[in-house]
């Protein structure tokens, strides 16, 4: 074979890295181009083709793309096969997807020179050197990037504010990485307007106090507490008063809160209770994880076992309430012994005391002095167990009027309404209930004969007797729904109970009835007269 020359066009190895690509690996890849011609003309085809990498004059062979090689000038064993159009050829040197293709490790750039040497085979003159070696310069070195020695980058390389917090990993500055000069023992670092620097031993941090490494805490004298704020005082094991004045958690509250505020107080045995923050409000001795959201003047008595005030002013829950809540509003309260009582808010309103599972839904002066009663609107009086009281906006009470009963004042009317608008309902100042019987209601009319429905209903038994729930001497007069049912087959499929519709509806068809037949007979009657007034003119006639 002739004259062969071979031209390195590009050796090129791209490497990127910026803040969203840091953890990318870099590609072990050397991307490499050159050509081929054959007595002056380029080549075209299937050339085969052999690489290394060495020093100077490859006397010591960093890499090869063969895993064996021949002395004396290393020529790998196996090719590469490539296409050369004309005369051009395209490489990626350790690309192991190339059948005979070793992988290319980073570390044959820690060598100071590499120099790539390589063969070519036309498949007719066998396998002959390319000429001259190439020297492989920076594209191979940025593939060290990736595994850059420890203390190869130091301090004067990089830019001033060139790394800020966004590109500090979490965790990865730990209390090793950090210069130990900054305080001594019993020193703490403060801002002082331009800079941090150390306070000297025994300075103690403005409005703050702790039962630890910092100071002695007079006013954090429980296990683990923290007192912050003026004149706070934590005296229960790991409590916490975040702020304020004057706040002060009592002995064996342990684990008790005071989130800030003014002059609030959790009393001694109230572990785990919380004032959230406001003014003057308090916590009594025993009311174990009560709580005070906030306000005003707000109060749990003694031993109210996770008792809550929302917030507000001035509400109150009494000794031994557990269990409580007063949502909010004012002067609201709730009396003693009274468990798992609820006033939502309002003004004025209140529960008495022994009252269990008591409720005020709000509104204004209202009270539920029963078991389990229920009371809402205004001056609303449910006193007997098991009451419900709803009084309108009227400036006047309205009780309940038995145990287990349904009270509602309401001065503009009431209405009971089921789906369509249809229900009864009483109007304002009426005693009476009205059903629901506009003709726009109704459809699928049917005309009745009324003396049909007089007949059926004379065979209905109509008895005196007593409902079982009443006394026998409470007396009532009509049909059994099931007569009544089996008789006319009204409202639906429900034969133990008779609609007031129905029962009037039958009743006046049946009077209609009733009255077609009078007046059959009173025209009869009327005939029959005058036949016998004709008969007594006649005889009188004939007696002349």
Request: some cysteine; glycine content about 14%.
């Amino acid at each position: 074979m002739s004259t062969r020359s071979h031209v390195m066009l590009v050796a090129l190895l791209m490497l990127v890295v910026c803040g969203a690509m840091a953890q990318a690996q870099v590609p072990p890849l050397l991307n490499y181009q050159g050509r081929v011609a054959l007595n002056g003309t380029n080549f075209n085809g299937t050339g085969q083709f052999k690489f290394a990498l060495g020093n100077t004059n490859l006397s010591v062979i960093y890499w090869h793309n063969s895993t064996s090689w021949d002395s004396p000038d290393w020529e790998p064993v196996t090719a590469v096969s490539l296409t050369v159009t004309r005369g051009l050829f395209s490489v990626l040197l350790g690309d192991t997807n190339l059948s005979n293709m070793a992988a290319l490790s980073p570390t044959v750039f820690t060598n100071s020179q590499v120099w790539l040497r390589t063969w070519f085979d036309d498949g007719v003159s066998g396998a002959q050197r390319l000429m001259p070696d190439q020297r492989i310069v920076s594209a191979g070195y940025a593939m060290q990037a990736e595994s850059v020695s420890l203390g190869a980058i130091t301090t004067d390389m990089l830019d001033d504010d060139a790394v800020t917090g966004a590109k500090i990993a979490d965790a990865t500055i730990t209390f090793a990485n950090i210069a130990q000069g900054g305080a001594s023992a019993g020193q703490a670092l403060v801002w002082n307007g331009t800079a941090w620097s150390n306070a000297a031993a025994g300075t103690t941090l403005a409005g703050y106090d702790e039962n630890g490494p910092f100071s002695t805490a007079p006013d954090a004298s429980g296990s683990g507490a923290i007192a912050m704020g003026v004149s706070a005082k934590t005296e229960g094991d790991y409590g916490v008063i975040g702020g304020g004045s004057r706040n002060w958690i009592e002995e064996y509250s342990s684990f008790a809160t005071i989130g800030g505020g003014d002059s609030n107080r959790i009393e001694s045995s109230a572990a785990y209770s919380t004032i959230g923050g406001g003014k003057d409000s308090r916590i009594c001795e025993g009311s174990f994880a009560a709580t005070i959201s906030g306000g005003f003047m707000n109060w749990v008595g003694a031993d109210a076992y996770l008792a809550t005030i929302g917030g507000g002013q001035g509400n109150r829950i009494s000794a031994d309430s557990r269990l409580a809540t007063v949502s909010g509003g004012n002067d609201n309260s709730i009396a003693t012994n009274s468990w798992y009582t609820t006033i939502i808010g309002g003004d004025g309103n209140s529960i008495g005391s022994n009252c269990h599972y008591a409720t005020v839904l709000g509104g204004r002066g209202n009270c539920a002095a029963g078991i389990a009663s229920v009371a809402f609107g205004r001056r609303a009086k449910a006193t007997n167990d098991g009451a419900f009281v709803w009084g309108d906006s009227t400036d006047a009470d309205v009780g309940s009027i038995a145990n287990n009963s349904f009270t509602v004042r309401a001065y503009g009317g009431a209405r009971f309404w089921t789906s369509g608008g249809v229900g009864p309902y009483l109007n304002a100042g009426s005693p009476d209930w009205i059903s629901s019987s506009d003709c726009n209601l109704k459809e699928n009319f049917r005309p009745v004969d009324t003396r049909e429905v007089l007949e059926r209903l004379s065979r209905v038994p109509i008895t005196e007797w007593n409902f079982k729930t009443q006394a026998p001497e409470v007396r009532h007069l009509g049909p059994m729904a099931q007569d009544f049912h089996a008789a006319f087959g009204l409202g639906g499929s429900d034969d133990k109970g008779i609609g007031n519709l129905d029962a009037s509806g039958v009743a006046l068809a049946g009077i209609q009835g009733l009255y077609r037949e009078n007046q059959e007979l009173k025209a009869q009657l009327v005939a029959t007269q005058e036949r016998l007034e004709a008969m007594e003119k006649r005889i009188e006639a004939m007696g002349r």
